[in-house]
């Protein structure tokens, strides 16, 4: 039994063939609607850094928007959600971190998505997948079975 607490209280997961899916979204609220339309487990970084930080003891995917748009390569500041910085600057969340899925914005470029190239970088994890805004349903299912079948294989 593998568990992701926040705020001192415990979410217990059974231990099943679908991934974690761990993600930030911010007050706008598109990336957690493609998170729901998943239907997989998940556990939500937190919005503000005063809310109880989330802790997670078992391997996931995880799902970030991208900020910044007009940047690209070699000027990436500010394209991952400090959240995200936050949570994954704690070695406990960090270890367990398997994969990345990315959502941006196409109006950004050749920065779409950069905040996943990122966050594979510097965890060495591959970057699973993107899309853009809160996904089109073709988004849900591509995403939904690529992760189903990439989490059996790994």
Same mark, same amino acid.
């Given at each position: 039994?593998?568990?992701?607490t926040? &705020?001192?209280?415990? +979410? @217990? ?5 679908s991934?974690?899916l761990?993600?930030?979204? &911010?007050?706008s ?5 493609f998170v729901?339309?998943?239907?997989? @487990?998940?556990?939500?970084i ?11 003891? !078992? #391997?996931?995917?995880? *799902?970030? #928007?991208?900020?910044?748009?007009? %940047? ?10 400090? %959240?995200?910085? @936050? ?44 899309? !853009?805004?809160?996904?089109? #349903?073709?988004? +849900?299912?591509r *995403? ?8 059996? %294989?790994?």
């Amino acid at each position: 039994m593998a568990t992701a607490t926040a &705020s001192g209280s415990a +979410v @217990r997961h059974s231990e099943t063939a679908s991934p974690l899916l761990v993600y930030f979204s &911010s007050v706008s609220g598109n990336t957690a609607r493609f998170v729901e339309k998943l239907g997989m @487990r998940a556990a939500r970084i937190p919005l503000r850094a005063s809310d109880p930080r989330l802790v997670v003891d !078992e #391997p996931f995917v995880l *799902i970030t #928007p991208t900020y910044g748009g007009g %940047q690209s390569a070699g000027h990436e500041k500010g394209a991952v959600p400090k %959240q995200v910085i @936050r949570f994954l600057n704690d070695e406990r969340n960090r270890r367990f971190i398997r994969g990345v899925v990315s959502a941006g914005n196409t109006n950004f470029g050749e920065a779409y998505c950069i905040a996943g190239d990122i966050i594979s970088r510097k965890c060495r994890v591959p970057h699973l997948d993107r899309f !853009e805004l809160f996904g089109t #349903p073709e988004d +849900v299912d591509r *995403i939904g079975d690529g992760l189903e079948r990439w989490w059996t %294989q790994h």
